[in-house]
């Protein structure tokens, strides 16, 4: 077992996850104010249209925990008279609150930390800002802002789910795309509805950070896609960096062997 | 993989946009910060070589070396943090998962060690406390000097975490590089030897594993070729070559070419920093680092799995 | 940390949590962190302030501060979802965007001053008692008005019932009749063509029922971004394998979420609907028993009827040189019309008045046209003058190939649609129409919601589970604001305004108006009760209950008629109570003119929307057209509490009332609307205190006794609506409208909210969960009529009684028991069973026969053919919006012949079609909303969390037509028409596509009406492109359909702004004949 995989914490109940099947998602963003009104979360004042279609919060960052991806597609006609049709994929994009978090590894400080439901979340008042988790993390998620210097991300609400309440974003969804609940509960509800979709032809449906044998040993915030993970911005087979870091151990200890022994090899020869 | 292989480059992105966030890391403060470590460390090895082998004046520059970087480093460090005043947390934990945390706690050991055996070296006071922190400095720095490559491999940075392998010996090869040609700059060159060595052994380890490095196949590595990187690494190559030719043919007999040799050779190991530190940037900026490799390796993953069916084609 | 035990390296090791990445390293405030909503004081009970889903909130307090607002999962529409505006009212209340102090502006002041909310409410009072009497009118061309038009009122669908209530009835009471509120522009032609076909103007249905259809047309609705929670009921019905189909000209988040997207060109509707009218009956598709027992289709027709087949385009009865129709012709054989509908107008033409008559076609909000007499029914349907072969014959030209002509759908995707709604009708299935302001806001507005009424009623569908046509209203009380209307034509109820020529006392009005047969037929009882409510013990029998207090309309007082009496200068005072014309009406500058035209005006709103700043910052300063120190107009503002802070009901979408609760008090100068105006009302009281003048008895004589509650002394909002359920006598509250007398016995604010407070029980603030009853969840608020969900839900089963089928029972007869049951309240007479055949001469509800769903129409009906009620046509037609590139194809008749125009200097029309200059504007735009923003934008624009999610106003354009005029994505384009020019950001987009129509390609341009110049997120007002041409029926103004030209970059500043208007102007010919076509001038 690798040093990353130690496990849930033991105590506490089962895993809490977001399982965001965005097959349902009308683009409303009620998510993303949702969260930032039950977080007060800084809201964007620079006012300017990205043009990237009806995205103008752009990615997930320290101001973004929720980010609702707008993507339109050309569909080209199947035969040549008719119109080429168009799709328009909507999919709100959260941070994975993943089963081996490189976030929550690399730490410095146990700012952050998994809680008692299976989540991560940050610490604000622990956090010095050293940014570590931010180059760790494999999907972009966990961001610093530049005039505090600490980071932020999503917490899954830590203090609802304290309080036996669902996460905001999940209570707005008008149309349930962000479900919330226990996640064996939800992957088994993902793997009905992946077959439904099947069943009624979406082909392109397909489960995202579902499998728990994945890079970072499944999301506890998964999705249900209807294109490749890259065209929402996904990465798509991100792996813990964490994975790696006993081998990264290894060398390094015998990099620092190497030295000592080198340094004692120039000295040979003795007093001059 | 065959560094020839021809890639499929094309893949879909979300409006060209990153995947992965940039560094908050600032390249002053962090490749400073990893040269300065490196320096340190590799100088208290030389510090503790020369105290044993008497070779006072280079004993007495390795060892205010040492001090002058760690703290250079430390200074880095703290005012990268975003909230400098919370550096305290640092030991608020102990997480070997974390190469920070873990690093925290080896500057811990190292650094008032490394103060120690100067202090003790410049004031005469506790000699013997002294020497003996000048070798535990030693040993932590092999630590200092070597951790700060799992510090910056063990991120989802491409560039970065595909080079874990041989991160470790390039920088182990570069603090050694570095050390030796500041000791062989600033002492006489009759005690010098030593730190020469250091110095030309260390550049060629550090080129040799900056090379494999760089032709390691990975698609990443472009970014250590391309743009600002690439212009800090081809510069960095030149100034340890050359900086590590001129100390081993004329460092034993000119003070003024082993000073030049010398800084070039420091110069080169910073460089080599700094190179590393854009490259890895460069590879957050442009998804194609995380998706191709990603995507050939869901393929190749898929292929293996049902090798007679085509799984569902993506379609691009 | 306290105890050097508590350092986590320490607590690593002796909590077992080795890696540290667990519990050891929480700290105290992680350990200690609540929840803001656990550690609340106290949760209040709410209704969201946008749209009129009517989502249900929890309103949470602590220290009297509201901490978080979020959905009430109790509830069966929203079941806790908020959409984003929803989810954003937190900062709408509590952020910084509102204003707190009254300002006030002097005359010709540069800039604003702060003024006592005291002194300004005196201010105000002086002001209208002032005008009032300065402007007052006891006569008008020898004819009693008892008015004044020098004060007029704007807004109300953003206000509470009880709000309105008190400004129609003091506005009443005071002689303004230019009260009007946004369900002029928004669905007034929903209330026509709705209460014609049906009886009732309201949402046949509700948004529950969507989850039962087992298709569902969505058509000139933005379903699932301007009811976004709403939606998830066709997201249910989706999951359930039901069709969902979006016809629109632009693919949308709605379209997205659609099995098929049918694109259209934009105000072509009634072709469309027509041909699968045509479809319909060509096929023998439609729903025969359901056709022939309850709807017209078999009634007999005049001999003398012509049809638009005949006339090539107009129906019989058409007078050329003053554009109207004689509607004789359009009768049932042996049926009369109550003299009221739409003729009575055109005989009681005001002189002066360029607009001409107006009908009030929205007084059939809840009872039909009146109709008296004797008529035939052949149930063959053979007869040829019988409605059914009527329609089949009207329709017949709107074939498949026709509809691609016109609409530009491709016959395979038309053929689709006619397919999916055929096989998902009938017994065993149902198909549900959604539409909003895409089919409202035309010069045929009307006529199109009768389109789809004329087809639901062949499939069948009316009045069953899964079926209906579910009218999508807009804010969230804009359909209590059409019941309880803050409208120039009407009276709580529906009950019309009277009219100076025809109803001189109580009893021509009520001969005027009401039917003989149908629930209709108790007219009086609820004109006495509403008389009763607001004369109290002055009305008395002696004196006709005070009809005569009533003031009197003489034509059309819409709020575009307000518009041009202010540029005239009758009008000189104007309140603006929740309405932001110089964004959201069409032709805004006309809108900023006629306020420069004032002497005086009211702004009460969260913020300093354009229409309180335009006389320091509006477009026409910045252009030069107008200078601020020239205007003399005095403006006052009012902050206006928020929904958190004052109770009272709202009126959802599905005629549902819900009641809010008061959180927290409001701040400062903030203040109810309900406060503003009984205060008000004091005050103008005190002011007449003792006058002996007749002028002034409406207003002393007015029942403005309530409780007070609170610091402010605010009215007790549950005290007026008390008065508007009603009692008897003694006091006590009454249950239903079928107590109401007609002799001065009972008293009711409001005949059909009667039961809203039954058992003196404020049956709106029902709140039992969803979970705990059926999909109708009748214990959740109160609908009216008499708490039901589905109207006409007689029709969920046949003849006999009996459920279509199992699949689609709803209400039936139960023999045993004797009466009407099932999931909702029947909407019929309790124990009359379908065996019930009335006399021949039975009067009032005797007259409605065990097989009559349609207890409103007179005749019991759904009305295939309109014989009464509408003014434009007893059946629906295609003509072509006022301006469009095409000519009809349908007929020579291009456009609607008795549309309404207003020819002013500034409201210059397109030429159209083949028309010299129809080029210059060659490109059809469409306007709508988003997600994100909130109508004229004060409730959203000001917002961060909202503004910075559409952060710059913009339109949006196909490839094809970027190409061909140079556009850049992102990058700007101006917009020109004949009333104005405006700029915004373009998005090029593939989701926009040229359509081909007659053989030519035509370009849409879509863009959303949101913008305007104040606020964090700002842009052009659309509306300064859009022009004032109307539905004839009810005024609405057509924004969903006009030409424009397009070019990159931005438009020109200053006084080079109206030159380029000007220019295009003359480019094109344009003058005041342009586009008047058929219009009396
Ligand atoms: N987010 C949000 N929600 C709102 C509002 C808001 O401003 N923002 N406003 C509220 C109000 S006041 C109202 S009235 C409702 C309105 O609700 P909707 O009517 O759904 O709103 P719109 O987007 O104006 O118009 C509906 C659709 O009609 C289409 N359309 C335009 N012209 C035509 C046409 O000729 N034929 C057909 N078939 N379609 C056409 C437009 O492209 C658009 O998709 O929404 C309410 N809800
Ligand atoms: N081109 C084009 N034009 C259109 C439309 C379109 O689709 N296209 N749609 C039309 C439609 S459907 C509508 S409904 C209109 C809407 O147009 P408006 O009604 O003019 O727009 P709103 O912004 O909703 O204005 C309501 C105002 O009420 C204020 N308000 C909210 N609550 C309260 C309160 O409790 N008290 C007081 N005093 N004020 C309050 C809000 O801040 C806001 O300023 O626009 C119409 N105009
Ligand atoms: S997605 Fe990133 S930020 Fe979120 S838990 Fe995983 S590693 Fe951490
Ligand atoms: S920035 Fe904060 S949360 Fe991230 S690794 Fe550093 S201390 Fe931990
Ligand atoms: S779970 Fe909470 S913090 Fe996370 S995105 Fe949703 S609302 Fe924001
Ligand atoms: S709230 Fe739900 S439907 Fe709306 S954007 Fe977010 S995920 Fe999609
Ligand atoms: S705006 Fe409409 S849909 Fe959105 S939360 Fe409010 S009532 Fe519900
Ligand atoms: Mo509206």
Same mark, same amino acid.
């Given at each position: 077992?690798?040093?990353?995989?130690?496990?849930?914490p033991?105590?506490?109940v089962?895993r809490?996850?977001?399982?965001?099947?965005t097959?349902?998602?009308?683009?409303?963003k009620?998510?993303e104010?949702?969260?930032?009104?039950w977080?007060?979360?800084?809201a964007?004042?620079?006012m300017?249209?990205?043009?990237?279609s009806f995205?103008?919060t752009?990615?997930?960052?320290?101001?973004?925990w929720?980010?609702?991806a707008?993507?339109?597609?050309k569909?080209?006609a199947t035969?040549?008279?008719?119109?080429?049709?168009?799709?328009?994929?909507?999919?709100?994009?959260?941070?994975?609150?993943?089963?081996?978090?490189a976030?929550?590894?690399v730490?410095?400080?146990?700012?952050?930390?998994r809680?008692?439901?299976?989540t991560?979340?940050?610490?604000?008042?622990?956090c010095?800002?050293?940014?570590?988790?931010?180059s760790?993390?494999?999907?972009?998620v966990i961001d610093?802002?530049?005039e505090?210097?600490?980071?932020?991300?999503?917490t899954?609400?830590?203090d609802?789910?304290?309080a036996g309440?669902?996460p905001?974003?999940a209570?707005a969804?008008?149309?349930?795309?962000?479900?919330y609940?226990?996640?064996?509960?939800?992957r088994?509800?993902?793997?009905?509805?992946?077959e439904?979709l099947?069943?009624?032809?979406e082909?392109g449906?397909?489960?995202?950070?579902?499998?728990?044998d994945?890079?970072?040993g499944g999301?506890?915030?998964?999705?249900?896609?209807?294109d490749?993970?890259?065209?929402?911005?996904?990465?798509?087979?991100?792996?813990?960096?964490?994975r790696?870091?006993?081998?990264?151990?290894?060398?390094?200890a015998?990099?620092?062997?190497?030295?000592?022994?080198?340094a004692a090899?120039?000295?040979?020869?003795g007093r001059? | 993989?065959s560094?020839?292989?021809?890639r499929n480059?094309?893949?879909?992105?979300?409006?060209g946009r990153?995947?992965?966030k940039?560094?908050?890391?600032? +390249?002053l403060?962090i490749?400073?910060y990893i040269?300065a470590?490196?320096?340190?460390?590799a100088?208290?090895?030389?510090?503790?070589?020369?105290q044993h082998?008497g070779?006072?004046? !280079?004993e007495r520059?390795a060892?205010?070396?040492?001090?002058?970087?760690i703290s250079?480093?430390?200074?880095?460090?703290?005012?990268?943090l975003g909230?400098?005043e919370?550096?305290?947390?640092?030991?608020?934990?102990?997480?070997?998962t974390s190469?920070?945390?873990?690093?925290?706690w080896i500057l811990?050991?190292?650094?008032p060690l490394?103060g120690?055996?100067?202090?003790?070296?410049?004031?005469?006071?506790?000699?013997?406390a002294?020497?003996?922190?000048?070798?535990g400095?030693?040993?932590a720095?092999? +630590?200092?000097?070597?951790?700060?490559a799992?510090?910056?491999?063990?991120?989802?940075v491409?560039?970065?975490?595909?080079?874990?392998?041989?991160?470790?010996?390039v920088?182990?090869g570069?603090a050694?590089a570095?050390?030796g040609?500041v000791?062989a700059?600033?002492s006489?060159?009759?005690?010098?030897?030593?730190?020469?060595?250091?110095a030309?052994?260390?550049?060629?380890?550090?080129t040799?594993?900056?090379?494999?490095?760089?032709?390691?196949?990975n698609?990443?590595t472009?970014?250590?070729?391309?743009?600002?990187a690439g212009?800090l690494?081809?510069?960095?190559?030149?100034?340890?070559v050359?900086?590590?030719?001129?100390l081993?043919?004329?460092?034993?007999?000119?003070?003024?070419?082993?000073?030049?040799?010398?800084?070039?050779?420091?110069?080169?190991s910073?460089? !080599?920093?700094?190179g590393?530190?854009?490259?890895?940037k460069?590879?957050?900026?442009?998804?194609k680092?995380v998706?191709?490799?990603?995507?050939e390796r869901?393929e190749a993953?898929e292929?293996?799995?049902?090798?007679?069916?085509?799984?569902?084609a993506?379609?691009? | 940390?306290?105890?050097?035990l508590?350092?986590?390296?320490?607590?690593?090791l002796?909590?077992?949590?080795?890696?540290g990445?667990?519990?050891?390293?929480e700290?105290?405030?992680?350990?200690?962190?609540?929840?803001?909503?656990?550690?609340?004081?106290?949760?209040?009970p709410?209704?969201?302030?946008?749209?009129?889903?009517g989502?249900?909130?929890?309103?949470y307090?602590?220290?009297?501060?509201?901490?978080q607002?979020e959905?009430n999962p109790?509830?069966?529409?929203?079941?806790g979802?908020l959409?984003?505006k929803?989810s954003a009212?937190l900062?709408l209340t509590?952020?910084d965007?509102?204003?707190?102090y009254?300002?006030y502006?002097?005359?010709?002041?540069?800039d604003?001053?702060?003024?006592?909310?005291d002194k300004?409410m005196?201010m105000v009072a002086?002001?209208?008692?002032?005008?009032r009497r300065?402007t /007052?009118?006891?006569?008008?061309?020898?004819?009693r008005?008892?008015?004044t038009l020098g004060?007029?009122?704007?807004?109300g669908a953003?206000?509470?019932?009880?709000?309105?209530?008190?400004?129609?009835k003091?506005?009443?009471?005071?002689?303004?009749v230019q009260? *009007?509120?946004?369900?002029?522009?928004c669905h007034s032609?929903?209330?026509?063509?709705?209460?014609t076909?049906f009886?009732?103007?309201?949402?046949t249905?509700?948004l529950?029922?969507?989850?039962?259809?087992?298709?569902?047309i969505?058509?000139?609705?933005?379903?699932a971004?301007?009811?976004?929670v709403?939606f998830q009921?066709?997201m249910?019905?989706?999951?359930?394998?039901?069709?969902?189909?979006?016809?629109d000209?632009?693919?949308?988040?709605?379209?997205?979420?659609?099995?098929t997207?049918?694109p259209i060109?934009?105000?072509t509707d009634i072709a469309?609907?027509?041909g699968?009218?045509n479809?319909?009956?060509?096929?023998?598709?439609?729903?025969?028993?359901?056709v022939?027992n309850?709807?017209n289709?078999?009634t007999i027709?005049?001999?003398?009827?012509?049809?638009?087949?005949d006339?090539?385009?107009l129906?019989?009865?058409f007078?050329?040189?003053?554009?109207?129709y004689?509607?004789?012709?359009?009768?049932?054989?042996?049926a009369?019309?109550?003299?009221?509908?739409?003729?009575?107008?055109?005989?009681?033409e005001?002189e002066?008045?360029?607009?001409?008559?107006s009908?009030?076609?929205q007084?059939?909000?809840?009872g039909?046209?009146?109709?008296?007499g004797h008529w035939?029914?052949?149930?063959?349907?053979q007869?040829?003058?019988?409605?059914?072969?009527?329609l089949r014959?009207?329709?017949s030209?709107y074939?498949p190939?026709?509809?691609?002509?016109?609409?530009?759908?491709?016959?395979?995707?038309?053929a689709?649609?006619?397919e999916a709604?055929?096989?998902n009708?009938?017994?065993?299935?149902?198909t549900a129409f959604?539409?909003?302001?895409?089919w409202t806001q035309?010069t045929?507005g009307?006529?199109?919601?009768?389109?789809?009424s004329?087809?639901?009623?062949?499939?069948?569908?009316?009045?069953r589970?899964?079926?209906g046509?579910?009218?999508l209203?807009?804010?969230?009380?804009?359909q209590?604001?059409s019941?309880?209307p803050?409208l120039?034509?009407?009276l709580?109820?529906?009950?019309?305004?009277?009219?100076?020529?025809t109803?001189?006392?109580?009893?021509?009005?009520?001969?005027?108006?009401?039917?003989?047969?149908?629930?209709w037929?108790n007219?009086r009882?609820y004109?006495?009760?509403l008389?009763?409510?607001?004369?109290?013990?002055?009305a008395?029998?002696?004196?006709d209950f005070?009809?005569?207090?009533?003031?009197r309309?003489?034509?059309?007082?819409?709020?575009?008629?307000?518009?041009?009496?202010?540029l *005239?200068?009758t009008c000189?005072?104007y309140?603006?109570?929740g309405?932001?014309?110089?964004v959201?009406?069409?032709?805004t500058?006309?809108?900023?003119?006629?306020?420069?035209?004032?002497?005086?005006?009211?702004v009460?709103d969260?913020?300093?929307? *354009?229409?309180?700043t335009?006389w320091?910052?509006?477009?026409e300063?910045?252009t030069?057209?107008?200078?601020?120190?020239?205007i003399?107009?005095e403006?006052?503002?009012?902050p206006a509490?928020?929904?958190?802070?004052k109770?009272?009901?709202?009126?959802?979408?599905?005629r549902l009332l819900? /009641?809010?609760?008061?959180?927290?008090?409001?701040e400062?100068e903030r203040?109810?609307?309900?406060?503003?105006?009984?205060?008000?009302?004091?005050k103008i009281?005190?002011?007449?205190e003792?006058s002996?003048?007749?002028?002034?008895r409406?207003v002393?004589?007015?029942?403005w006794?309530?409780?007070?509650?609170?610091k402010?002394?605010?009215?007790?909002a549950?005290?007026?609506?008390?008065?508007?359920?009603?009692?008897?006598?003694?006091g006590?509250p009454l249950?239903a409208?079928?107590?109401?007398?007609d002799?001065?016995s009972?008293?009711?604010?409001?005949?059909?909210?009667c039961?809203c407070?039954?058992?003196?029980?404020?049956?709106?603030?029902?709140r039992k969960?969803?979970?705990?009853q059926s999909?109708?969840?009748?214990?959740?608020?109160w609908?009216w009529?008499?708490?039901?969900?589905?109207?006409?839900?007689?029709?969920?089963?046949?003849?006999e009684?009996?459920?279509?089928?199992e699949?689609?029972?709803?209400v039936? /007869? &139960?023999?045993?028991?004797?009466k009407w049951?099932?999931?909702?309240?029947?909407?019929?007479?309790p124990?009359?069973?379908?065996?019930y055949r009335?006399?021949?001469d039975a009067?009032g509800?005797?007259?409605i026969?065990?097989?009559?769903?349609?207890i409103m129409?007179?005749?019991?009906?759904? /009305?295939?053919y309109a014989p009464?009620?509408l003014?434009?046509?007893?059946l629906p037609?295609?003509y072509?919006?006022?301006?469009s590139p095409f000519?009809?194809a349908?007929y020579?008749?291009?456009?609607n012949?008795?549309?309404?125009?207003?020819?002013l200097e500034?409201?210059?029309?397109h030429p159209?079609?083949r028309?010299?200059?129809?080029?210059?504007?060659p490109?059809v735009?469409?306007?709508?909303?988003?997600?994100?923003?909130?109508?004229?934008?004060a409730?959203?624009?000001?917002?961060p969390?909202?503004?910075?999610?559409q952060?710059e106003?913009?339109c949006?354009?196909?490839?094809?037509?970027?190409a061909?005029?140079g556009?850049?994505?992102?990058?700007w384009?101006t917009?020109v028409?004949?009333?104005?020019?405006?700029?915004?950001r373009?998005l090029?987009t593939?989701?926009m596509?040229?359509?081909t129509?007659?053989?030519?390609?035509?370009h849409?341009?879509?863009?959303?009406?949101h913008?305007?110049p104040?606020g964090l997120?700002?842009?052009?007002?659309?509306n300064?492109?859009s022009?004032?041409a109307?539905?004839?029926?009810v005024?609405i103004q057509?924004?969903?359909a006009?030409t424009v030209d397009?070019?990159p970059?931005?438009r020109?500043?200053?006084? &080079?702004?109206?030159?380029?208007?000007?220019?295009?102007?003359?480019?094109a010919g344009?003058n005041?004949h342009?586009?008047?076509e058929g219009v009396r001038?």
């Amino acid at each position: 077992m690798s040093v990353t995989q130690l496990g849930m914490p033991a105590i506490g109940v089962p895993r809490k996850g977001f399982f965001t099947d965005t097959s349902l998602c009308i683009g409303c963003k009620a998510c993303e104010v949702a969260c930032k009104e039950w977080n007060s979360v800084p809201a964007d004042t620079s006012m300017q249209l990205t043009g990237e279609s009806f995205d103008n919060t752009s990615a997930l960052g320290a101001d973004t925990w929720r980010h609702v991806a707008f993507i339109e597609q050309k569909v080209p006609a199947t035969d040549p008279s008719a119109h080429d049709g168009v799709k328009w994929l909507m999919s709100s994009d959260v941070c994975k609150h993943c089963t081996n978090a490189a976030c929550l590894d690399v730490c410095p400080t146990g700012a952050l930390f998994r809680t008692e439901h299976g989540t991560v979340v940050v610490q604000q008042d622990v956090c010095n800002g050293c940014g570590y988790c931010v180059s760790a993390c494999p999907y972009g998620v966990i961001d610093q802002r530049k005039e505090d210097g600490r980071v932020f991300k999503c917490t899954m609400c830590y203090d609802r789910l304290g309080a036996g309440e669902e996460p905001a974003c999940a209570k707005a969804c008008p149309t349930k795309s962000i479900q919330y609940g226990e996640l064996d509960e939800l992957r088994a509800r993902a793997d009905a509805r992946l077959e439904e979709l099947h069943e009624r032809g979406e082909e392109g449906a397909r489960l995202y950070g579902r499998d728990p044998d994945d890079g970072v040993g499944g999301d506890g915030a998964f999705f249900l896609l209807l294109d490749e993970p890259e065209t929402y911005g996904l990465p798509p087979d991100p792996v813990v960096t964490t994975r790696d870091l006993p081998a990264m151990w290894k060398r390094a200890a015998g990099a620092a062997a190497g030295m000592l022994v080198g340094a004692a090899v120039i000295f040979w020869g003795g007093r001059k | 993989m065959s560094p020839r292989r021809q890639r499929n480059e094309e893949f879909t992105s979300y409006y060209g946009r990153p995947i992965l966030k940039q560094p908050t890391w600032h +390249a002053l403060d962090i490749a400073g910060y990893i040269f300065a470590g490196g320096l340190a460390a590799a100088s208290s090895m030389l510090g503790a070589g020369a105290q044993h082998s008497g070779r006072p004046a !280079l004993e007495r520059s390795a060892k205010l070396t040492a001090l002058t970087a760690i703290s250079a480093s430390v200074v880095a460090l703290v005012h990268d943090l975003g909230r400098p005043e919370r550096f305290v947390n640092m030991l608020r934990v102990a997480k070997p998962t974390s190469p920070m945390s873990v690093g925290s706690w080896i500057l811990s050991v190292y650094g008032p060690l490394a103060g120690a055996s100067a202090l003790s070296n410049l004031t005469g006071v506790l000699p013997r406390a002294g020497r003996a922190a000048g070798v535990g400095a030693a040993v932590a720095g092999s +630590a200092v000097a070597t951790y700060t490559a799992v510090l910056l491999a063990d991120t989802a940075v491409p560039t970065w975490h595909d080079a874990h392998e041989v991160l470790p010996f390039v920088f182990a090869g570069s603090a050694a590089a570095s050390a030796g040609g500041v000791a062989a700059a600033l002492s006489p060159v009759v005690q010098a030897g030593p730190a020469r060595r250091m110095a030309v052994g260390g550049a060629v380890l550090e080129t040799v594993m900056s090379l494999k490095m760089e032709r390691s196949g990975n698609l990443s590595t472009e970014t250590l070729h391309q743009g600002r990187a690439g212009t800090l690494l081809r510069l960095s190559k030149a100034c340890t070559v050359g900086g590590a030719v001129g100390l081993a043919l004329g460092g034993r007999h000119s003070r003024l070419v082993s000073a030049v040799s010398g800084a070039s050779v420091a110069a080169g190991s910073a460089l !080599l920093r700094f190179g590393i530190f854009e490259a890895g940037k460069a590879s957050t900026i442009d998804p194609k680092y995380v998706v191709v490799p990603q995507r050939e390796r869901l393929e190749a993953r898929e292929a293996a799995a049902a090798p007679a069916v085509s799984t569902q084609a993506p379609a691009k | 940390m306290v105890s050097p035990l508590q350092w986590p390296v320490l607590r690593q090791l002796l909590e077992h949590d080795p890696s540290g990445r667990h519990h050891s390293v929480e700290s105290p405030t992680t350990e200690n962190l609540k929840a803001r909503t656990a550690t609340a004081d106290r949760v209040v009970p709410s209704v969201c302030p946008f749209c009129a889903v009517g989502c249900a909130q929890n309103v949470y307090v602590k220290d009297e501060k509201v901490v978080q607002i979020e959905g009430n999962p109790d509830s069966p529409i929203s079941r806790g979802r908020l959409c984003p505006k929803g989810s954003a009212s937190l900062q709408l209340t509590t952020g910084d965007s509102r204003e707190k102090y009254v300002l006030y502006r002097p005359p010709h002041g540069k800039d604003w001053e702060r003024l006592e909310l005291d002194k300004a409410m005196d201010m105000v009072a002086q002001r209208v008692v002032e005008t009032r009497r300065k402007t /007052w009118k006891w006569e008008e061309n020898d004819v009693r008005t008892r008015r004044t038009l020098g004060i007029a009122s704007l807004g109300g669908a953003t206000l509470d019932n009880e709000e309105n209530y008190l400004i129609k009835k003091l506005f009443s009471s005071l002689g303004i009749v230019q009260v *009007e509120n946004q369900a002029r522009v928004c669905h007034s032609s929903t209330v026509s063509g709705l209460g014609t076909s049906f009886g009732r103007g309201g949402s046949t249905t509700y948004l529950q029922d969507l989850q039962r259809a087992d298709c569902i047309i969505i058509q000139g609705s933005n379903f699932a971004e301007a009811h976004p929670v709403g939606f998830q009921w066709v997201m249910e019905a989706k999951e359930r394998g039901a069709k969902i189909i979006h016809v629109d000209p632009r693919f949308s988040r709605t379209s997205a979420l659609a099995d098929t997207f049918v694109p259209i060109r934009a105000g072509t509707d009634i072709a469309f609907l027509g041909g699968l009218i045509n479809w319909v009956i060509t096929h023998d598709a439609y729903f025969h028993e359901y056709v022939v027992n309850y709807t017209n289709a078999a009634t007999i027709l005049r001999e003398d009827f012509k049809d638009t087949e005949d006339l090539n385009g107009l129906f019989s009865g058409f007078n050329p040189d003053d554009p109207s129709y004689d509607l004789q012709t359009w009768q049932y054989e042996g049926a009369d019309v109550a003299a009221s509908s739409g003729e009575r107008e055109s005989q009681a033409e005001e002189e002066g008045s360029t607009l001409g008559g107006s009908s009030h076609a929205q007084s059939h909000g809840s009872g039909g046209p009146g109709l008296r007499g004797h008529w035939r029914r052949d149930e063959t349907l053979q007869d040829p003058r019988t409605v059914f072969q009527t329609l089949r014959r009207h329709y017949s030209r709107y074939t498949p190939e026709m509809v691609e002509q016109v609409c530009g759908i491709p016959q395979e995707l038309f053929a689709e649609v006619a397919e999916a709604i055929t096989t998902n009708s009938g017994r065993e299935r149902t198909t549900a129409f959604t539409y909003a302001v895409g089919w409202t806001q035309h010069t045929t507005g009307t006529q199109y919601i009768r389109a789809a009424s004329v087809l639901q009623l062949l499939l069948g569908n009316i009045g069953r589970p899964g079926g209906g046509i579910m009218a999508l209203r807009g804010h969230a009380s804009i359909q209590g604001s059409s019941d309880i209307p803050t409208l120039y034509d009407l009276l709580p109820g529906y009950l019309p305004m009277p009219h100076a020529r025809t109803h001189l006392d109580l009893d021509s009005y009520v001969e005027a108006d009401s039917a003989e047969r149908g629930f209709w037929a108790n007219m009086r009882a609820y004109t006495v009760s509403l008389l009763k409510a607001w004369w109290g013990d002055a009305a008395t029998a002696e004196n006709d209950f005070c009809f005569d207090y009533l003031p009197r309309i003489t034509g059309s007082h819409s709020t575009y008629d307000t518009v041009q009496a202010q540029l *005239e200068g009758t009008c000189k005072g104007y309140f603006l109570m929740g309405e932001n014309p110089a964004v959201g009406s069409a032709n805004t500058h006309l809108q900023r003119k006629g306020m420069a035209s004032l002497e005086w005006l009211v702004v009460r709103d969260f913020s300093l929307i *354009e229409s309180a700043t335009w006389w320091k910052d509006g477009p026409e300063i910045q252009t030069g057209q107008m200078r601020t120190e020239d205007i003399a107009t005095e403006v006052f503002f009012f902050p206006a509490a928020a929904h958190t802070e004052k109770s009272g009901s709202f009126t959802n979408t599905n005629r549902l009332l819900q /009641w809010r609760d008061q959180a927290v008090e409001p701040e400062a100068e903030r203040r109810s609307d309900l406060w503003f105006i009984w205060h008000l009302g004091n005050k103008i009281r005190a002011l007449l205190e003792g006058s002996g003048d007749d002028v002034d008895r409406p207003v002393l004589d007015l029942t403005w006794d309530y409780p007070t509650i609170g610091k402010d002394a605010e009215p007790d909002a549950d005290a007026v609506f008390a008065e508007i359920n009603g009692s008897k006598a003694d006091g006590t509250p009454l249950a239903a409208y079928t107590e109401l007398k007609d002799d001065g016995s009972t008293s009711c604010g409001c005949w059909i909210y009667c039961g809203c407070r039954a058992d003196g029980v404020n049956q709106a603030a029902r709140r039992k969960p969803h979970t705990e009853q059926s999909i109708s969840s009748r214990e959740w608020g109160w609908a009216w009529p008499a708490n039901r969900r589905e109207l006409y839900n007689r029709a969920s089963a046949d003849p006999e009684g009996r459920p279509w089928s199992e699949r689609k029972k709803l209400v039936w /007869w &139960d023999e045993e028991a004797g009466k009407w049951t099932g999931d909702d309240v029947p909407d019929f007479e309790p124990t009359k069973p379908p065996s019930y055949r009335p006399d021949e001469d039975a009067l009032g509800t005797e007259a409605i026969s065990g097989i009559d769903p349609f207890i409103m129409q007179a005749d019991g009906k759904g /009305w295939l053919y309109a014989p009464a009620g509408l003014i434009d046509g007893p059946l629906p037609v295609h003509y072509e919006p006022q301006e469009s590139p095409f000519d009809n194809a349908l007929y020579e008749q291009q456009r609607n012949p008795v549309r309404k125009l207003m020819p002013l200097e500034g409201n210059r029309y397109h030429p159209s079609g083949r028309e010299r200059g129809s080029d210059i504007y060659p490109f059809v735009l469409t306007t709508y909303r988003l997600t994100e923003h909130f109508t004229a934008g004060a409730m959203t624009r000001w917002l961060p969390y909202l503004a910075e999610l559409q952060p710059e106003s913009f339109c949006e354009v196909s490839p094809a037509l970027a190409a061909e005029r140079g556009l850049t994505h992102k990058g700007w384009a101006t917009l020109v028409s004949a009333r104005g020019a405006i700029e915004a950001r373009v998005l090029v987009t593939d989701r926009m596509k040229p359509l081909t129509v007659q053989g030519r390609t035509v370009h849409q341009i879509g863009m959303p009406y949101h913008w305007g110049p104040n606020g964090l997120s700002k842009g052009d007002a659309m509306n300064e492109l859009s022009s004032i041409a109307m539905d004839p029926n009810v005024h609405i103004q057509e924004v969903k359909a006009l030409t424009v030209d397009i070019r990159p970059g931005r438009r020109p500043r200053g006084a &080079d702004l109206p030159a380029l208007v000007e220019d295009y102007r003359r480019r094109a010919g344009i003058n005041e004949h342009t586009g008047m076509e058929g219009v009396r001038a």
